[in-house]
């Protein structure tokens, strides 16, 4: 009982660590990545309103 136990006890703790370090390699696989042009697009449209906004506040005479 105590042997199964024990066997049980490392076999979930190699899971575990499998699992952290498919993680950490899948982390790093998708850390450089660079934006998908959809979202670019609109990140860089949303930027231009901000900017078409900005120039239309001026100094009142």
């Known amino acids: 009982l105590a042997r199964a136990r024990l066997i ?3 076999e979930e703790q190699r899971r575990e ?10 982390k790093t696989r998708r850390r450089p990545r660079p934006r998908p042009a959809g979202v670019k697009r609109r990140m860089v ?5 901000r900017g078409a906004v900005k120039k239309l506040r001026g100094r009142v005479e």
Do not use: Q
């Not at 660590?17 to 899948?26: D, F, I, S, T, V």
């Not at 449209?45 to 309103?49: E, N, Q, V």
């Open 8 to 10: 049980e006890a490392l």
């Open 45 to 49: 449209d949303s930027k231009k309103k």
């Open 17 to 26: 660590r499998l699992a952290r370090e498919r993680a950490e390699r899948e």
